[in-house]
């Protein structure tokens, strides 16, 4: 019988043979407690490789985790540091004057921070856009036009905003209102300051207010993907009137700005000026989208989501394909949308004429001198202010007690155009009042007129959310033809019959009851699915 025999001697196993040739005597125990030893000794080393092994893992465990509470301890360190020294930072700056509540708007909530700049942006946008209604008088004068060259040049503003309307919404169904909006205001306050620099080169003065009308025409769809995106249905009619509701304060302060600068500093101060304003705005809303922005990383610190990475990643695509996804067959099927249609053009005639003209009505007309022109012409556009917004709660507050929302833009709507059409009917017919009458008739029918906010102005938002840019820049195109054709026509008419009633009040009068029987005919503020009709 062979006799094997492992010993463990400092670690090495050291092999035993002994051979012994068919052994006789050798009995059956001796044979079991010959395999028995050493199958316990197979075992024992087995163990203990075993338990070897796991000493070691145990070990490296440990050492890890060492190692892991290293590094969590250098982490923690470092970032205390890094507190307490912006800590310190924080006192050095209030120290001099610096405190943690700037800028003013930090504390206030983000869907409000982007409508209260965008209001402001509309303010800018109307005080480039009244700036030439008063400096073009003493233009008149100093070139030598009469009515129809005025016109033709107070009607250019009105190409560039035709044309941007339909390209604005559909740029901001894309890209976000947020950023067609900055680009409009950049547009419009660079070509505003080159007003001054192309005045005697016809060609380049057109121009130039083309381009103001392109920065221009952009904003209104801009503002309504904002609103649309944003804002819920029982808010809409006060958040449009804030925003729109600057367009009246635009008028206010740049009817009243613009003449003392003109008499002070000559009528190109008003270009230039109101031009740097709008790069004034672009620098403080830069600085509003940078706070939301570190807000936001304060807040979280997730990586970016995966839907966001697939939207930038498809946003050329959607680009390309864009126009051809707009329903637009579907929107020229609906008898509301073709209300809409109408109803923004008898608007925009009376808005857009009583704009360009009511300055040189009340100077030629009343015989006022520029202050006092331009100082009456605040009026209008003044207490635009004040009924916007009891317009806004009067419509929200209906909405809310379960009036429905058609219902509340027809009388909205309907307030807006017969109430500019009684007062411009009392001021056409020779009642032999007084100036000072006439103005504030027609400043309390101009300011009714603002109750088309909680009207025309929201129903593209509650018809479609989803295309209401785009619903808005269809509108708004045709609503700015009258500021092409009615504002040149104007100063034909005036010129061919010298009369006032006749140029500037009968047709806006004519288009505001049409208008209105249209719109409670057809008009609608039902959500539609565009998009299930093709």
């Not at 209104?220 to 609103?227: G, R, Y």
């Not at 997730?302 to 864009?322: A, F, G, V, Y």
Request: proline share 5%.
């Amino acid at each position: 019988m062979a006799k094997f025999t492992l010993v463990r001697n400092n670690n090495k196993i050291v092999n035993n043979f002994c051979f012994l040739s068919h052994p006789t005597n050798t009995n059956s125990a001796t044979h079991a407690s010959c395999f028995n030893n050493s199958s316990l000794r197979f075992k024992n080393l087995h163990s203990a490789r075993i338990l070897k092994f796991r000493v070691l893992c145990s070990v490296k465990r440990k050492e890890n985790v060492k190692e892991s509470e290293r590094v969590a301890d250098a982490l923690t360190a470092s970032l205390e540091k890094t507190g307490a020294q912006l800590g310190n930072d924080i006192s050095e700056l209030e120290e001099v004057g610096f405190d943690s509540n700037w800028p003013p708007w930090k504390n206030v909530p983000q869907r409000y921070q982007l409508i209260g700049a965008t209001s402001l942006a509309f303010v800018i946008c109307n005080m480039d856009k009244v700036n030439l209604s008063v400096a073009i008088i003493p233009m008149s004068h100093q070139f030598g036009w009469n009515a129809s060259v005025a016109g033709l040049v107070q009607s250019s503003f009105f190409w560039g905003y035709a044309l941007s309307q339909l390209p604005g919404g559909w740029l901001s169904k894309i890209f976000g209102g947020r950023k067609v909006l900055k680009i409009g205001v950049l547009v419009w306050s660079l070509a505003t300051a080159l007003v001054p620099l192309l005045a005697g080169f016809m060609p380049g003065l057109l121009l130039s207010r083309v381009l103001v009308g392109i920065g221009e025409g952009v904003s209104p769809s801009a503002a309504t993907d904002l609103i649309a995106r944003s804002i819920p249905l029982e808010e809409r009619s006060r958040a449009v009137a804030f925003v729109f509701g600057g367009l009246s304060v635009g008028s206010v302060a740049g009817l009243l700005v613009a003449p003392p600068l003109i008499q002070n500093f000559g009528w190109e101060s008003v270009f230039y000026i109101f031009g740097c304003f709008g790069i004034a705005w672009l620098l403080t809303f830069q600085s509003v989208e940078e706070g939301q922005a570190l807000n936001a990383a304060a807040a979280t610190a997730r990586p970016k989501s995966k839907s966001l990475e697939n939207s930038q990643n498809t946003s050329l695509h959607e680009l390309s394909d864009s126009l051809k996804d707009v329903p637009w067959k579907a929107f020229f099927q609906s008898k509301a949308v073709w209300a809409m249609i109408y109803a923004h053009f008898c608007g925009g005639w009376g808005y857009f004429t009583c704009l360009s003209w009511l300055p040189s009505y009340f100077s030629e007309e009343l015989n006022l001198n520029l202050t006092e022109a331009a100082g009456v012409s605040i009026l209008p556009p003044l207490a635009s202010v004040l009924v916007t917004y009891i317009a806004a709660q009067f419509a929200d507050n209906l909405i809310a007690n379960g009036v429905k929302p058609t219902t509340v833009r027809k009388i909205c709507q309907s307030i807006s155009f017969l109430s500019p059409a009684v007062c411009m009917t009392l001021v056409s017919v020779d009642l032999g009042l007084p100036p000072w009458e006439i103005v504030g008739i027609l400043s309390g029918g101009l300011a009714l007129s603002s109750f088309a906010l909680s009207g025309l102005y929201c129903t593209h938002q509650d018809m479609s959310p989803e295309y209401a840019s785009i619903l808005l820049g269809i509108t708004n195109t045709v609503g700015a033809v009258p500021g092409i054709v009615g504002v040149a026509l104007t100063g034909f008419v005036l010129d061919s019959t010298h009369s006032w009633s006749l140029s500037l009040f009968a047709p806006s009068i004519f288009f505001y009851l049409t208008g209105t029987v249209v719109w409670l005919a057809f008009a609608s503020s039902e959500p539609q699915n565009f998009s299930k009709r093709e």
